[in-house]
């Protein structure tokens, strides 16, 4: 079975994160691949694992996504692609990732693609199900269990909280979920194997796309920061009024009663 | 000259951190309350491949060399020193031997199981009679046919719970004191090996020091490790080799030190400001970070030393000796700077601050050290043209 992964490299949340100028400050950012995407490449390899084959990873993203593809191969993966926009694009959306993915597996044999969820830096969700539209192939979001049984496909999915069980076929598309599987670590000799896996690099040109096909369809107008919680506060006197205080402060204040 | 470290092993090192940080440090103090490390983080750590750190590749390890060792070991001491400890005595003192010394089907029995830590090896010189003075030891090999028969006991070995493989020390020749010693491979299911009682330590929680008995003991001739009558100069052979490891072991062990300190000066305030702004403190940590630098250059000269196949008994033997010694003394200034707190146990200073005093003591004391040093001194002026040093 022909498995793929699209992944991303983003920034750490978990690490410090500073907005400058209406970007992310992307110097002193911690880069990893997308947590998401992580369980997508966990699972493709659990699969091949199970049903043979072979698994491809790939990004649209720039020079530096190497890092995170060479990751995505010290775990497991077998190949790489860098579909690299840096000479070519200033900024796109998900309309630009789809399209040039779309190129990209235009000519490919898909037995099963897996993404992320969603990517944690704009969480839009919207790669994953607009390229199994354009591929015109099924898609089932936010899966925490897969089972392939042949063609036929067994598949839990998560839906706030509730599992929802659907039955779909292949070729398909999904987007993995939290609870799907505990991604692996990379072990010490598959990342030095990562390094002599192949680890093919495109661009727009090799995809015969040109800039304008692929063009954004929405601009980002701002970026900002949440902004810093504020002391927490202390109520104070006999229980029954700081009852009655916190109830009204619920309903007025936090506006959550 | 080039300080910088190839790109293979800042990757391996990069990946060492995170599962050190994201999974071992998270179970550090599950580790201090049960004293044993958790099956989740042992498996995790052989499907990491971390116990082949040393063995060859042929033999499906890493087969790294002392400095790629020396990176990983010091990403293994920014966390609990019990774990650092099994995997250090694993890749270090408890395979080492076998390593450098076996025969090539020894190799191949003993190797590949030990790679993915099947087999977790362990170092058993030691005896109530026989510490620093390891020539003094009591096991007594003696030859019946092709077997050997070994009597006696041993103690504070490490890894000897869970361990599978111990490469032994004995008497062969009681008449040739310390030329009639050999090491043994011994395998934890010959007749007549058992575990004795596994000690209670001051710290170093998670690895098990054990006594070993040895009731007539059968070890067939082939584990014979290295030539008959080798065994001490064997054994100083392994430890010599492991100083540099431990000295980088001891480095990260500091740098998280300092790291915890960071932390600390700047969020912990006292007479309206941070302590960070007291000059006391600030010094402290200078010289906390003075010692590091200089262990840093110190570890790495020593492996890239050994890896260039130099003679380093001299260096290896400071560098143990300095990177235990710095250990302690940044240990006893991180508890001074968190003030109250570094001596609870809610918190991670205490625990390094116990189990950093190991250090000057296991793998060759600090006097041994300074005895090693002083003797390499005699030699290079004996060496020399000076005459008249006997
Ligand atoms: C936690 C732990 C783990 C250990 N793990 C292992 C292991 O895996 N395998 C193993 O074989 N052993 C192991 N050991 C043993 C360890 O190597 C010895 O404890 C160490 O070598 C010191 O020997 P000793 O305890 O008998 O002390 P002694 O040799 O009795 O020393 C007592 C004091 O006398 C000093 N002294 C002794 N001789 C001299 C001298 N000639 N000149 C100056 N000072 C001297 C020492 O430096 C020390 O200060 C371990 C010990 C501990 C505590
Ligand atoms: C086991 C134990 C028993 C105790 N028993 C008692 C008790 O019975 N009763 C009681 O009242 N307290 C008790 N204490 C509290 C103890 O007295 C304090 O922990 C101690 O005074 C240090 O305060 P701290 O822990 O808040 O550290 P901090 O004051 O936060 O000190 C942190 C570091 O900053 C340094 N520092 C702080 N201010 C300055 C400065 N101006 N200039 C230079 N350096 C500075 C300190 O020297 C220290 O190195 C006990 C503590 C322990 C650990």
């Given at each position: 079975?022909?498995?793929?992964?699209?992944?991303?490299?983003?920034?750490?949340?978990?690490?410090?994160?500073?907005?400058?100028?209406?970007?992310?400050?992307?110097?002193?950012?911690?880069?990893?691949?997308?947590?998401?995407?992580?369980?997508?490449?966990?699972?493709?390899?659990?699969?091949?694992?199970?049903?043979?084959?072979?698994?491809?990873?790939?990004?649209?993203?720039?020079?530096?996504?190497?890092?995170?593809?060479?990751?995505?191969?010290?775990?497991?993966?077998?190949?790489?692609?860098l579909i690299n926009t840096e000479d070519d694009l200033e900024d796109g959306d998900q309309f630009t990732t789809v399209k040039i993915l779309e190129a990209f597996f235009e000519e490919?044999?898909?037995?099963?693609?897996?993404?992320?969820?969603?990517?944690?830096?704009?969480?839009?969700?919207?790669?994953?199900?607009?390229?199994?539209?354009?591929?015109?192939?099924?898609?089932?979001?936010?899966?925490?269990?897969?089972?392939?049984?042949?063609?036929?496909?067994?598949?839990?999915?998560?839906?706030?909280?509730?599992?929802?069980?659907?039955?779909?076929?292949?070729?398909?598309?999904?987007?993995?979920?939290?609870?799907?599987?505990?991604?692996?670590?990379?072990?010490?000799?598959?990342?030095?194997?990562?390094?002599?896996?192949?680890?093919?690099?495109?661009?727009?040109?090799?995809?015969?796309?040109?800039?304008?096909?692929?063009?954004?369809?929405?601009?980002?107008?701002?970026?900002?920061?949440?902004?810093?919680?504020?002391?927490?506060?202390?109520?104070?006197?006999?229980?029954?009024?700081?009852?009655?205080?916190?109830?009204?402060?619920?309903?007025?204040?936090?506006?959550?009663? | 000259?080039?300080?910088?470290?190839?790109?293979?092993?800042?990757?391996?090192?990069?990946?060492?951190?995170?599962?050190?940080?994201?999974?071992?440090?998270?179970?550090?103090?599950?580790?201090?309350?049960?004293?044993?490390?958790?099956?989740?983080?042992?498996?995790?750590?052989?499907?990491?491949?971390?116990?082949?750190?040393?063995?060859?590749?042929?033999?499906?390890?890493?087969?790294?060399?002392?400095?790629?060792?020396?990176?990983?070991?010091?990403?293994?001491?920014?966390?609990?020193?019990?774990?650092?400890?099994?995997?250090?005595?694993?890749?270090?003192?408890?395979?080492?031997?076998?390593?450098?010394?076996?025969?090539?089907?020894?190799?191949?029995?003993?190797?590949?199981?030990?790679?993915?830590?099947?087999?977790?090896?362990?170092?058993?010189?030691?005896?109530?009679?026989?510490?620093?003075?390891?020539?003094?030891?009591?096991?007594?090999?003696?030859?019946?046919?092709?077997?050997?028969?070994?009597?006696?006991?041993?103690?504070?070995?490490?890894?000897?719970?869970?361990?599978?493989?111990?490469?032994?020390?004995?008497?062969?020749?009681?008449?040739?004191?310390?030329?009639?010693?050999?090491?043994?491979?011994?395998?934890?299911?010959?007749?007549?090996?058992?575990?004795?009682?596994?000690?209670?330590?001051?710290?170093?929680?998670?690895?098990?020091?054990?006594?070993?008995?040895?009731?007539?003991?059968?070890?067939?001739?082939?584990?014979?490790?290295?030539?008959?009558?080798?065994?001490?100069?064997?054994?100083?052979?392994?430890?010599?080799?492991?100083?540099?490891?431990?000295?980088?072991?001891?480095?990260?062990?500091?740098?998280?030190?300092?790291?915890?300190?960071?932390?600390?000066?700047?969020?912990?305030?006292?007479?309206?400001?941070?302590?960070?702004?007291?000059?006391?403190?600030?010094?402290?940590?200078?010289?906390?970070?003075?010692?590091?630098?200089?262990?840093?250059?110190?570890?790495?000269?020593?492996?890239?030393?050994?890896?260039?196949?130099?003679?380093?008994?001299?260096?290896?033997?400071?560098?143990?000796?300095?990177?235990?010694?710095?250990?302690?003394?940044?240990?006893?200034?991180?508890?001074?700077?968190?003030?109250?707190?570094?001596?609870?146990?809610?918190?991670?200073?205490?625990?390094?601050?116990?189990?950093?005093?190991?250090?000057?003591?296991?793998?060759?004391?600090?006097?041994?050290?300074?005895?090693?040093?002083?003797?390499?001194?005699?030699?290079?002026?004996?060496?020399?043209?000076?005459?008249?040093?006997?």
């Open positions: 079975m022909n498995i793929f992964v699209i992944m991303k490299r983003t920034f750490d949340t978990e690490e410090k994160i500073a907005v400058n100028d209406e970007q992310i400050e992307e110097e002193g950012a911690e880069f990893i691949i997308n947590p998401y995407d992580e369980y997508a490449v966990e699972e493709a390899i659990n699969l091949r694992e199970e049903h043979g084959g072979e698994v491809t990873v790939v990004t649209v993203g720039e020079e530096e996504s190497e890092k995170q593809l060479r990751n995505a191969l010290a775990m497991g993966a077998d190949k790489a692609v490919k044999e898909v037995g099963i693609i897996l993404a992320g969820n969603v990517a944690i830096d704009e969480a839009s969700g919207q790669v994953g199900p607009r390229l199994a539209e354009r591929l015109d192939i099924p898609y089932v979001t936010t899966i925490t269990s897969i089972n392939v049984d042949g063609k036929t496909v067994q598949i839990e999915r998560d839906v706030e909280g509730d599992v929802e069980k659907v039955e779909t076929y292949l070729p398909l598309l999904v987007t993995c979920q939290q609870g799907l599987n505990e991604p692996r670590y990379p072990s010490l000799p598959g990342i030095m194997k990562a390094k002599k896996k192949p680890l093919e690099e495109l661009e727009l040109d090799d995809l015969d796309l040109e800039e304008d096909d692929v063009e954004a369809k929405t601009k980002t107008v701002d970026i900002f920061l949440p902004p810093e919680k504020e002391a927490g506060k202390v109520l104070e006197g006999e229980v029954d009024d700081q009852v009655t205080e916190l109830v009204a402060l619920l309903r007025n204040e936090a506006k959550v009663l | 000259m080039d300080f910088s470290f190839s790109e293979d092993i800042e990757l391996l090192r990069e990946g060492v951190r995170k599962f050190v940080q994201e999974e071992v440090e998270q179970a550090a103090m599950e580790i201090e309350e049960k004293n044993e490390i958790p099956e989740r983080i042992f498996e995790m750590t052989k499907d990491m491949g971390l116990f082949g750190l040393s063995i060859p590749e042929e033999y499906g390890g890493l087969g790294l060399d002392m400095v790629g060792k020396c990176a990983i070991y010091e990403e293994l001491g920014k966390t609990h020193n019990g774990f650092t400890t099994l995997v250090g005595a694993h890749t270090g003192i408890g395979s080492v031997g076998i390593v450098e010394l076996g025969t090539e089907a020894q190799k191949q029995k003993y190797l590949p199981k030990m790679a993915t830590g099947e087999w977790i090896g362990a170092f058993a010189l030691t005896e109530p009679s026989a510490g620093s003075n390891a020539a003094n030891m009591k096991t007594r090999a003696e030859k019946k046919g092709d077997k050997y028969i070994i009597n006696g006991s041993k103690h504070y070995i490490t890894n000897g719970l869970d361990g599978h493989v111990f490469t032994v020390m004995a008497v062969t020749d009681p008449e040739k004191g310390a030329k009639g010693i050999t090491s043994f491979i011994v395998e934890k299911d010959f007749p007549g090996f058992e575990v004795g009682a596994v000690e209670e330590k001051m710290g170093l929680r998670g690895s098990h020091s054990v006594e070993l008995f040895f009731d007539d003991m059968e070890v067939p001739e082939e584990n014979v490790l290295g030539e008959e009558g080798q065994g001490y100069v064997n054994a100083l052979k392994i430890l010599a080799n492991g100083r540099a490891g431990l000295a980088a072991r001891n480095l990260g062990s500091c740098e998280k030190l300092l790291e915890h300190c960071m932390d600390y000066v700047f969020e912990r305030e006292q007479f309206g400001k941070p302590i960070f702004e007291q000059q006391v403190i600030q010094h402290k940590l200078a010289d906390i970070t003075m010692e590091i630098e200089a262990l840093r250059a110190l570890t790495y000269r020593v492996a890239w030393m050994t890896d260039q196949k130099q003679r380093v008994v001299k260096e290896a033997a400071v560098a143990k000796l300095f990177g235990s010694e710095v250990y302690n003394r940044v240990a006893d200034a991180a508890v001074q700077i968190h003030g109250g707190i570094g001596y609870m146990k809610e918190y991670p200073i205490e625990r390094y601050y116990r189990d950093a005093r190991i250090t000057t003591i296991y793998e060759g004391t600090s006097e041994i050290q300074r005895n090693i040093i002083a003797s390499q001194l005699k030699r290079e002026v004996k060496k020399s043209t000076k005459a008249g040093v006997k």
